[in-house]
């Protein structure tokens, strides 16, 4: 779905829908009439949030299948006379049906991308209902993907059906390790266009000032102008070839950015857009022509109260502490992040690989994910194109790729990937499989992404052996000729806990384990990169592995550094 973030301009208004709306607990059936009719003895619920930690209640937290939320909204009819009227919801996790005054307006697949719809003017109001239903269960056809059950344990226990039919609630079987907050979890708004509008633009710059600038546009030819903070540089038709001469470039922690402000008729749009190159060159990753090194992290938009609802200042602090730390990437581990942190990227210089939300993918799931998963990957690249800061595209994280459908799956993504980005970035996927002889997949894409956990799930408390069973996968993946980034690799670390022998979930062995994966990345100059797992602690599901959430981060989840977070600042300021 092609669209353009809502925005406040001379020919566009923009309404928030942000707030506390009226919230009502579903169950697994989706109930139309409340969606008809609204509803009324009504919780409480912020937007944008997720849910299930606004209130102190367990069974919210861990409800299953419908919410409601409605809210009524006055609208000045005459400020929206002769436009366009658009209802757009940033992000509604992970599905959404909506309705409008009664009727049915759209609904939505997919946790992480923006949707929305026109609102028809005779449907138009003072007083007006909007409600959706939101839809938080995870299966073999969603992405990211769900079990059906949690088979272990269970196997060979002879009273298992009964206590199951009888007391286990039904609930979510993610098959990712990030807690399944969900609801309203990014921004609503109401925006206006004029009746000719600009319907997707596609905007960038490369190293040599040349200038792609191209527009959608309903009922006319756009225009475009170029600016240098408020001085225009270059004017001409969207579509025509536009170079710049000497253009300062967006560089990794030095961005600088142009706008584009196209008019089409009474329509207006600005994009700020940066001028750079994105190029795999054997074993480098060039970013202007230059060989670039990724420091950082995988991370999670994940915090306390909000869950994975947007979070700005939690989103400027953490670049912050990027920068602190001396790194200068991370990866939108594992789904796409919000416009509003990429755009904060493009602003700070900080340079992220963007993934889908196909996290949990096996052979069971490839049948029935493919036909979501092109979407995903179209709709993912339409957002996200004209970001600087995004310089690859990953399709997945840690799909099963050793079975023997996983080539015939993921080839065609990957060419889907390249089609659909007008910049033709890298593409990649991040995998992570116990016999790396048998991967099918990760050889084949522009960068190797490679998780890694020898010294925490292999060899577990042992750095020599980790060490070793390391330089032996890097000899291997060496003779592909290609880079490879560490996409993840990482240690529980309980913030606190201390100890001389450096055990398992001390601080100590985190910073152990860290200097003997780096010692050995410090190798090979076919490693273009070090991410490691996690910026900071997350919340997951509850289970043997997980001590109140994953606690791989370098950072506590408040962002408080962990022992770790000196050793890697220190390193980083060094290496490369
Ligand atoms: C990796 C996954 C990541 C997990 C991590 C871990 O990609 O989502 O959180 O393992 O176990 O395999 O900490």
Redesign the pocket.
Known sequence: MKMLYPQLNESRLRISLDGIWDFKRGGESLDVSLLEKGFGGTETMAVPASYNEQKSDKTLFEHYGYVYYQRKLKLPLKALEGQRTVLYFSAVTHSAVVYFNGKKLCEHKGGFLPFEAELDPSQLEVENLLTVAVDNRVNTSTLPVGNDSHAMFSDGLPDFESVKNTSVKPKNYPN???FNYCGINRSVYIYTTPKEYISDITVFGDMYGNITAEAECFGGMAQVEIYDGDRMVLKGGAGESLKLENPVLWEPLKPYLYTARFVCGDDSYEVPFGFRSVEVRGTRFLINGKPFYFKGFGKHEDSDTHGRGIDEALNVKDVSLIKWINANSFRT??YPYSEEMLSLCDREGIVVIAETSAVGLNGRSYASCREHHRDVIKDMIARDKNHPCIVMWSLA??PDTECEEAYDYFMPLYELAHSCDPQNRPVTTVV?NNNYLKDRVVSAMDVMCV?R?YGWYIFGGDTDAAAQALDNELKYFESFGKPIIIT?Y?ADAVSGVHSVYANMFTEEYQVEFYKAFNSVLDNYSFVAGEQV?NFADFATVQGLMRVDG?K?GIFTRERRPKLAAHYLKKRWSEVK
């Open positions: 990712f390790d990030f581990s594992h994280n840690e992570c998780n956990y993840e990482g797992w994953n791989k």
